[in-house]
């Protein structure tokens, strides 16, 4: 199998010293969606870091985690500032609250991942795919391969799963 | 992780009113300084060691704040003839200035220097843009940090505010149209104001018609991007006393406080809560008063959400109803709480703050630079009719509050008195 090496025209490079973030991404080129837990307070996190943001533990464990959640907020892009996503307005930016460990530790909190929606396929998504979605939609994790050692996670919409009826979106398309 | 409720603050609130603004200055708000942010720097300070008739050797602390998009300490001071006993540089901008302010009054009390000028000197329009963060069609590789961001196109304010601002609405019921508000009324305080890069009145349809950069963020939802140099001068209320004008006491401050996970705030808590919730706790009990005391406000306005979700997390209306309150007159001149009179950052012009902090400082002197006549003492005579070209001053201010944005996990404040 080629790999493309970069991502929308953008060349991807971990750096070799960034040990989380390398473990994480390799787990995302297996297809798989793995977090740090942590080996004091049991708790998940995201993204990946070199210490417990709720207990200070340096020592965590990888364990594999669902990639289903709900669209917990978004903004949609119409102005791009980067050249990379000109051709591609407009586009998502959610926040895509994961079903594992949402409420928790506080009653507000939860393990929210940063992401794109895209289609099943992994193109990020028509203005029309756009429209079907807003806060409350049910997505799944698919993932977009760039090297070897690198996937991109990102988020479609889970066909699966039953959808509110009207998420909520902007007021004015 | 628990977090404290009953927040110690950090700083002893026995300074309330020990310290003060005696000097303030500004360039232009322009498109195209055609100079240098040295020069801009050096003009700023200057003139606030006019607007306190200090001399340069009066002057031996010096702070600054900067995106490396300015110029250093150093390089003013040795253009206008200061010798600092202490000066520091540093990284950031919005929510920066309460904190140097705060940082100032420390390094006064410890002994390290006297009088200390803080300034913020930047070409945002026609040198490095922080709306493009100044990567404009570069293409920089991801590493692994940035896979989280540049890698989903998420990168510049907006796109990294947006879906706190989205929450609020969907938490709230917060509208378009109440949010749009903010501007319509910024607008109106800045055609009062011959300094402000954009003076035109807009209404709450202009902002709503104006085309989408991020959802919801309309073009005319974000602040202005301008060149300007900006300074104050913060020493002791005695020093203060002796200098030109009536100071601006400082009566609390509060210098970047942080939610839970400053590194990604949205991983923590209700997203549409923001740094303010946290920093009230600090703000209004060092202060010794409430925001119902509050004669003006300066809520930063980066963009027309940041004013209203500060308002609301400081307390000045109750938890989600800050759509009503920046919508029903109370933020406009002649309402009960006028905010940001200069037109702040969505018209006078950019400077990460320090202008909102400038302007509240003549509001407590009574002496707003607008179209008012000045009469025989060097005064404005001021006619407080509000219609557009004319008056900005508010009558009879005591107490007025700056309410500083990072992001929505960042924040800084601070009370300022009439002295």
Redesign the interface.
Known sequence: MTFPNE?L???????EL?H???TF?NYCAQHDLHLQRCNDCDLL????TTAC????CPNATWIPVEGKGVI??????????????RK?V??L?L?VELDTQKGR??P?????L???LVSSDGELATPELIQQVG?GSRLRIIYKDVTEQ?S?PLFTLDEQAEQPENP?R???E | MTQKTDIEATSNKFLRGKYAIAGIGETGYVRGSGRTTKALGTEAVRKAMQDAGLNPGDIDGMLSYSFNDSTFTPNIAGELGIRPNFYMDVYGGGSSIEALIGIAMGVIEAGMCNTVAIFRAMNGYSQVRIGGTGDRGAVRPLNGDSLFSRGYGLMSAGQMFCQSFMRHMYDYGTTPEQVASVKAIHSEHASNNPKAYYQKRVSVDDVLNSRMIVKPLHLLDCCVETDNGTALIVTSIDRARDCKHRPAVIQSVVGRCCKPRPDMHYQSGPISTVAGHYAKDILWPNAGVGPEDIDVTGSYDAFTFTSLMQLEDYGFCKKGEGGAYVSDGTIRLGGKRPNNTSGGHLCEGYTHGINMVIENVRQLRGDVDDSCPVGPDGHRLHSFDYQEGGCRQVRDVELTANLGWGTPGLGSAMVMAKG
């Not at chain 1, 943001?53 to 200070?56: E, R």
């Not at chain 1, 917990?72 to 996503?85: K, R």
């Not at chain 1, 507000?108 to 929210?112: E, I, K, P, S």
Request: aromatic share 20%.
């Open positions: 991502y025209g953008m060349p991807v490079k971990i750096d960034d989380e973030n390398r991404f996190r995201y993204p990946a943001p709720f207990c200070a917990y907020s978004y903004g949609e892009v119409h102005h791009a500032i980067q050249g990379a996503f591609h407009p586009y930016l926040l530790p506080g507000f909190d939860g393990l929210r940063t992401a794109n806060i690198v991109i909520w902007y007021p004015i």
